[in-house]
C-alpha cells in the first residue's frame, strides 16, 4: 500500500494508521468500548446518560455529559409535572367555577377568560417541551463534536458534581 501524500492522514486498516483507543488518535475507549465522543452524545437520552454515569469512571468528558443528561432529565420533569398539575388543577376549577357563573348570570364570560388561562398554560408546557428536545439535540451533538458544551446553570453544577 502507498503512504498517504504528505499532509494526509493514513486512515484505516493500513499500517500506521491510528486505531481507536491509542494515544495517537487523541481518544480513549470508555468502561463500556464504546467511543467517548459516542458515548456522550448518546448519553442525552435521559436513562443511558444514568447508565453511562454509574459504569464510566475514568473519563470526566463521558461523566460530565451524562451527568448533565442527569440533571436537565431531573428539572425538565420536576417543571413539566408542575406545568401539568397547575392546568389540570385550573381546568378543573375553571371548569366547575365556570359553569357555577355561567348559570348564576347568564354568561360564559368568566369562562372563556379561564379558558384561555389554561391554554396559555398548556402552551407553555409543548414549548418548553419543544426548547428542551432542541437543547438536548444541540448538546448531544457538540459532544459528539468532542466540545464540552454546557447548558445553562444545569452545566456548571454537572461539572462540580463530576469533578468531586
Known amino acids: 500500500m502507498q503512504n498517504p501524500p504528505p499532509g494526509q492522514q493514513n486512515y484505516g486498516n493500513a499500517p500506521g494508521a491510528p486505531q481507536p483507543g491509542t494515544p ?7 468502561g463500556t468500548g464504546l467511543d467517548p465522543k459516542v458515548a456522550a452524545a448518546i448519553s442525552y437520552i435521559w436513562i443511558v446518560g444514568l447508565i453511562f454515569f454509574f459504569i464510566e469512571k475514568e473519563n470526566k468528558f463521558v461523566r460530565f455529559h451524562a451527568m448533565q443528561s442527569i440533571l436537565f432529565g431531573i428539572a425538565n420533569s420536576v417543571i413539566m409535572m408542575v406545568l401539568a398539575i397547575v392546568a389540570t388543577i385550573l381546568t378543573v376549577v375553571f371548569t366547575i367555577g365556570g359553569a357555577a357563573a355561567a348559570t348564576a348570570t347568564g ?12 391554554g396559555l398554560i398548556w402552551l407553555i408546557f409543548w414549548l418548553i417541551a419543544m426548547v428542551g428536545l432542541v437543547g438536548l439535540v444541540f448538546a448531544a451533538v457538540k459532544a459528539y463534536q468532542g466540545q464540552q458544551f454546557k447548558l445553562p446553570i ?3 453544577m454537572a461539572e462540580k458534581i463530576v469533578n468531586k
Open 107 to 118: 354568561s360564559g364570560g368568566v369562562g372563556g377568560l379561564a379558558s384561555l388561562l389554561v
Open 24 to 30: 495517537s488518535s487523541g481518544t480513549s475507549p470508555t
Open 154 to 156: 444545569i452545566g456548571n
